[in-house]
């Protein structure tokens, strides 16, 4: 074990990971791919599926026994897979393993890890409180939380990406919290990126508005809101247009009842960058996020953002500089707000757009990545020092699983 260094172990194990594009996907990879550049060792367990990733990576992929999940064909989940993961660890014993899910794998994983004296920690990836109030089934919220603080308590430290998400998961009786931001790629996204070819594409003039929001296109995303506020915004004269980029499976229908604004589906990294720097505001108004890259990755861009006050937003938003912020769930702000940026004159929206890209500085993946592993080792050292502890002749007990 390379306590000294970065040359740990590190095994990752998850339910979605590229090619599919989603930000739990996207920051997993970053997170490989950092510790890798710090001399870690990194593997990656996910759920089969029938394509690969890039064979030039960095770290080792494994498949996982997975099925398709309902209502999204494209991705899979993992299923108790505890015989598999013994079977490989007993042959190749990671440092640590990182947990990115409390499903049938990640649980697996858990019980294994436990029985064979591997440390574990969590991330905290997905907030499953408020995709439960958004589906109306909260009645089993109650068995959710339990099971999921269960989860979290057993590992030796759960991640989380904001204050405001460790604030939450402390209220609720999380233990041994600890902050895993999330970066953005500022070369990428940069207001460099704008487009007028693309503008002109999209019908609009120099000076003309444009309202943009990136999304899964999902229930839970709260897109009939999103749409809805745009389309208002164009009928009202006070945008030119609005442009929602992303795929799923609420396109169909979002399509066929908001004409008057433009779906673009998915698209590759350089042709979202130029649609981010391209817009003039960007519209989040997602209530189940647990970070909400999208929104450093508008700021980066140099589009200023109007959301809920919570995640991400609570973070990187400075009211009335780089954009407005309603109290969750508090729809005739978000309006107002949408209004009131949009109603902006030309240099005032320029100076929106300077302090949006200003505020994504702090958005560091360098400072992130060399924390996290920074942690892992902290957490490494705790975990040996607690064995030794409870073998010691004083306590004249049998060390207990990580």
Aim: charged residues 25%; proline residues 5%.
């Amino acid at each position: 074990m390379g306590l000294k260094g970065g040359g740990i172990e590190v095994c990752f194990l998850t339910e979605t990971f590229p090619p599919e594009v989603n930000g739990v996907s996207f920051t997993l990879a970053k997170l490989a791919r950092g510790l890798s550049g710090l001399g870690a060792k990194v593997k990656v367990l996910r759920p089969k599926r029938a394509y690969k990733g890039a064979d030039d990576e960095p770290w080792q992929e494994i498949d996982l026994p997975s099925c398709p999940i309902p209502n999204y064909p494209q991705l899979r989940f993992g299923l108790p897979c505890a015989s598999r993961l013994g079977d490989l660890w007993q042959k190749d014993r990671p440092d640590i393993i990182y947990l990115a899910t409390e499903g049938p794998a990640g649980f697996s994983a858990l019980r294994m890890a436990r029985k064979l004296r591997i440390p574990t920690v969590s991330g905290f990836h997905t907030n499953f409180d408020l995709y439960l109030k958004h589906y109306r089934i909260s009645l089993i919220q109650p068995l959710v939380d339990a099971y999921l603080r269960w989860f979290h308590n057993r590992t030796s430290a759960t991640f989380a990406p904001t204050d405001w998400m460790i604030e939450e998961l402390q209220n609720k009786g999380y233990h041994n919290l600890r902050m895993l931001s999330r970066g953005v790629d500022r070369e990428l996204f940069s207001p460099k990126q704008r487009s007028e070819k693309l503008r002109s594409n999209w019908g609009v003039e120099k000076e003309d508005k444009v309202i943009v929001s990136v999304s899964r296109i999902a229930a839970e995303k709260n897109l009939d809101l999103t749409c809805s506020l745009a389309e208002q915004m164009i009928e009202t004269g006070k945008a030119q247009a609005g442009v929602i980029v992303g795929d799923g499976p609420e396109l169909k229908r979002l399509k066929q009842k908001f004409t008057k604004l433009r779906f673009t589906g998915c698209l590759s990294k350089q042709a979202l960058a130029e649609h981010y720097a391209s817009g003039d505001v960007f519209l989040f108004a997602s209530v189940t996020e647990t970070f909400g890259n999208v929104v450093t990755e508008s700021l980066a861009s140099g589009t200023p953002v109007v959301a809920y006050d919570y995640a991400a937003p609570s973070e990187f938003i400075t009211e009335g500089v780089n954009g407005y912020l309603a109290s969750m769930n508090d729809e005739e702000k978000l309006q107002a707000n949408l209004g009131r940026i949009l109603s902006k004159s030309r240099d005032e929206l320029s100076e929106f757009k300077r302090a949006a890209r200003r505020s994504a500085d702090k958005a560091d993946w360098n400072q992130i990545l060399q924390k996290f592993q920074s942690d892992l080792l902290e957490i490494l050292h705790q975990v040996k020092e607690n064995q030794v502890k409870s073998v010691s002749p004083s306590s004249g007990s049998q060390p207990h699983p990580a």
